[in-house]
Every structure is written in structure tokens, then in C-alpha cells.
């Protein structure tokens, strides 16, 4: 069975940091990138970054870039997504995705974590 399991959502005042988690098992981690993605209420999904299988990032969104870093660990098939210096525009629901390359189309998805952030 193909899972995506994200983790570390929480709650967390702003400033603050958290590192999410990506778990994956059932296929080839190896064989695909991983994209980190969130949406906020009232608002569409957004790509936020993506690590391609040679470990090179691509931002999506500007507003996180030198904030948030994204790295991944083949040998536990997890990615992570640390974030720093997090806003209160930064609360959305976070999914990871896999594909095989980082602009999609997406094969798997994460059943998503929150992240809430106070002012």
C-alpha cells in the first residue's frame, strides 16, 4: 500500500520554528521527487518548495525562501520541511506529494498536517 505520512504540525507562536515530516512507503522513494505543498483557508493549494532526487531544491514561493529549507533522507524515505521564522500567514494545512519530477503531475499525496501560527 502507497503512503504519504506527514508529521509535526502543531501549533506554534510566531517566530517560532517546526520541522514537518514526510514518511513514504509502498514504492521506489528513490525514484521520485518530493513536493511540499499547503493550503490556507479559503485559498487553493500551493507548491511551496520541491527536492528533486539528487537533493536539489526548487522554492515556488518566494515569501519562504530563506525561512524554509527542504531536505530528504533515502535511507529512512522521508522528507523534511523546516521552517523558521514562521508567520501567521504561514497557517495552512501542509501536504506532501510525489512525483517524478517536481512541476507534476503528482502520483501520491499525504493526508496533510496543520500548522497554526499565532501573532
Known amino acids: 500500500e502507497v503512503q504519504l505520512v506527514e508529521s509535526g504540525g502543531g501549533l506554534v507562536q510566531a517566530g517560532g520554528s517546526l520541522r514537518l515530516s514526510c514518511a513514504a512507503s509502498?514504492?521506489?522513494?528513490?525514484?521520485?521527487?518530493i513536493g511540499w505543498f499547503r493550503q490556507a483557508p479559503g485559498k487553493e493549494r500551493e507548491g511551496i518548495l520541491c527536492?528533486?532526487?539528487?537533493?536539489?531544491?526548487?522554492y515556488y514561493v518566494d515569501s519562504v525562501k530563506g525561512r524554509f529549507t527542504i531536505s530528504r533522507d533515502n535511507t529512512k524515505n522521508t522528507v523534511y520541511l523546516q521552517m523558521n521564522s514562521l508567520k501567521p500567514e504561514d497557517t495552512a494545512v501542509y501536504y506532501c506529494?510525489?512525483?517524478?519530477?517536481?512541476?507534476?503531475?503528482?502520483?501520491?499525496w499525504g493526508q496533510g498536517t496543520q500548522v497554526t501560527v499565532s501573532s
Open positions: 506529494g510525489a512525483a517524478f519530477v517536481c512541476g507534476g503531475p503528482y502520483d501520491y
Open positions: 509502498g514504492f521506489t522513494f528513490d525514484d521520485y521527487v
Open positions: 527536492i528533486s532526487r539528487s537533493d536539489g531544491s526548487i
